[in-house]
Antibody, heavy 130, light 110 residues
Framework: QLQESGPGLVKPSETLSLTCTVA??????????WGWIRQPPGKGLEWIGI???????YYNPSLKSRAAISVDTSKNEFSLRLSSVTAADTAVYYC????????????????????????WGQGTLVSVSS | QSALTQPPSASGSLGRSVTISCTGT?????????VSWYQQHPGKAPRLMIYEVSQRPAGVPDRISGSKSGNTASLTVSRLQAEDEADYYC??????????FGGGTKLTVV
């Protein structure tokens, strides 16, 4: 289970900070990536970033280095910071889990290339407004 | 503007089938076997329905299927049920540890 938490309102130009607490599984597991996805009201999904237990972290290039994911393994949680926010960053923010491997049709344990988030938090709405 | 193109809406009758398309380019859909599909009901988190073009996660019924031809991926929902009415999003790997989503398709079951 994943649960997002953080302020529901952020002022323009400030930094959005959210935390995802994971229960029932370790974020240090080699079996999964963990990530953030957002969805502006009435619009589609946008992936923000994902990380792997070995420190590998990838971000959506469209966010132009504004996003940063950090990890606290002692609390089994990870966080998102998004700097210099504008109204366009108003969205429901989700944290999710992405399996690194799957069994293909031949029964081989294979690395997945899809954005296959199989477990999601309920999402938290963050509004950017003064 | 989304990187992958989906029809804004689709509809099908109860018990029949419907196919939703997801068109990209040779740099994403056409270049990798890494397409996924999500179902999202209003106010809910997305649910993974298909990954790696045609793989179904545990718990997804076999009347849900995925395929790909060239730069276009497709999601087919057979034997439509009322609960299938939802928004559907496709996603594809686009290289260099980047992924893209489609704009979403609202499926109506009539």
């Amino acid at each position: 289970q994943l649960q997002e938490s953080g302020p529901g309102l952020v002022k323009p130009s400030e930094t959005l900070s959210l935390t995802c607490t994971v229960a029932g599984g370790s974020i240090s597991s080699s079996r999964y990536y963990w990530g953030w996805i957002r969805q502006p009201p009435g619009k589609g999904l946008e992936w923000i970033g994902i990380f792997y237990y070995n420190g590998a972290t990838y971000y959506n290039p469209s966010l132009k280095s504004r996003a940063a994911i950090s990890v606290d393994t002692s609390k089994n949680e990870f966080s998102l910071r998004l700097s210099s926010v504008t109204a366009a960053d108003t969205a429901v923010y989700y944290c999710a889990r992405r399996p690194k491997y799957y069994y293909d049709n031949s029964g081989h344990y294979t690395s997945s290339g899809s954005l296959n988030f199989d477990s999601w938090g309920q999402g938290t709405l963050v509004s950017v407004s003064s | 503007q989304s990187a992958l193109t989906q029809p804004p809406s689709a509809s099908g009758s109860l018990g029949r089938s419907v196919t939703i398309s997801c068109t990209g380019t040779s740099s994403d859909v056409g270049g990798y076997k890494s397409v996924s599909w999500y179902q999202q009901h209003p106010g809910k988190a997305p649910r993974l329905m298909i990954y790696e073009v045609s793989q179904r996660p545990a718990g997804v019924p076999d009347r849900i299927s995925g395929s790909k031809s060239g730069n276009t991926a497709s999601l087919t929902v057979s034997r439509l049920q009322a609960e299938d009415e939802a928004d559907y999003y496709c996603s594809s790997y686009a290289g260099k540890n980047n992924w893209v989503f489609g704009g979403g398709t609202k499926l109506t079951v009539v």
